[in-house]
């Protein structure tokens, strides 16, 4: 539940605290000046939740505040349980309740905007609910006199990130001339990687997060990703493209797949903590292609089908690698809304029309599996040779298809991967 206040008056006055430089002296000094008027701890947090200043404690501290301090991270988990209250939406200051599990008190959190831009928040640690009125006004006071002094850093790092993921979107463009855009884009900032090989993995969010949390998702997405990046393992880039993100990394020689799913893994870890169960998040991994940043967007279309297929897979740890998903590679490509009967062989739709069972059908997939071979396709299933004849007969008659000929075995098996793809989102 979201608690709302309103709010009052407040005078104050400046003190030390723990400084970053690189958004200038004057929003630490209207941290500290807040923090000595109220007599609580102060920060101010970007809006994925990773801290950028914060005053001197004043005993009233808990183990997230500790941790974001000493590492300025407070944990995907803590991040997770404070955007689960729908901050990114709200206008004026509420509250974050406690998670004893993570050792997080409840917060007071006022969101500090610029012309309904979400720059940040300005989180005071309030555990028992006592802040007087006065001061929640002077903490609102506050979040109108950082506004201004962080916009300027927020339109240039915007600015920036921005024509770097545009530049790295159209580098993984299937189109040859989007390609040599962004190639020459990042040619010119310097961001070009030289290296042989690139892989690329795609981490895609899957179902409709609540209508209060939709701005989860790049959270959730960037989370992970630049968590991933950090590793000095290789040379690594990334960009968001809707409910998905591409991560890139450049080698120069492939990296081992079980390196590449414990990098997909830890992303999705931190992906899932900030989402908290309001939505999955899955990944695909592409192969490691020769000719690195030239021939990257290939290791992209794989990564994009592969996550598609993991989308489609209940269970498991929600990680596919392109090379995993042998014939059904190609079809992965389909976007789900195009999986639909049209796509399905004519012979095919009126043999699963007239087989509600599925018995046919699975001898058939049995069949084809097998190679034609109706000893080997009798034994997988368990049948005397006899009824399997009878089987592959009524399939022929239904179908009014030579099962001896190649062509329509193709057709047919194609289809039925087809057909368990499409059961399989139906089901997703």
Known sequence: MIFRIGGCD??????????????????????????????????????????????????????????????RDAGSAAAGHILAQGVDRWTEPGVIPPRADLGMRARLCAPIRWRHQLLGLLIVIDPDGSLPCPSIDAVTGATRTLAPLMYRDFAADDSERMAREGALRQLLNP??????????????????????????????????PPADRTGAVEVALRTGLERVAADRSSRAEFCLAGPQGMLLAFTDRPMPQEQLRARASALLGQAR?????????????????????????????????????????PGGDGIVHWEELGALAPLSLLPPDRLTPALLPGPLRTLLAQDPSGRLTETLGAYLDHGGSAPRTAHALHLHRTSLYYRLQRIAELTGLDLADGDNRLALHLGLRLHALMRTADHA
Do not use: K
């Open 273 to 313: 903590s900030v989402l908290a169960g309001t939505a999955e998040c899955v990944a695909g991994i592409g192969e490691a292609v020769e000719g690195g940043a030239e021939a990257a967007w290939m290791s992209c279309e794989q990564a994009i089908g592969a996550a598609r297929a993991a989308g489609l897979r």
């Open 10 to 71: 407040g005078q104050g006055r400046p003190s030390g605290g723990r400084r970053y430089p690189m958004l200038g002296g004057r929003l630490q000094d209207v941290v500290d000046d807040l923090a000595e008027r109220i007599g609580r701890s102060v920060a101010v947090n970007d809006p994925r939740v990773h801290i950028l200043c914060a005053s001197r404690h004043f005993g009233d501290e808990d183990e997230v505040r500790v941790r974001a301090v000493l590492q």
């Open 175 to 208: 189109s040859a001339t989007a390609r040599e855009t962004g190639r020459d884009a990042l040619a010119r900032g310097g961001r070009l990687p030289s290296s042989r090989y690139a892989t690329v993995t795609v981490a895609r969010v899957v179902g409709d």
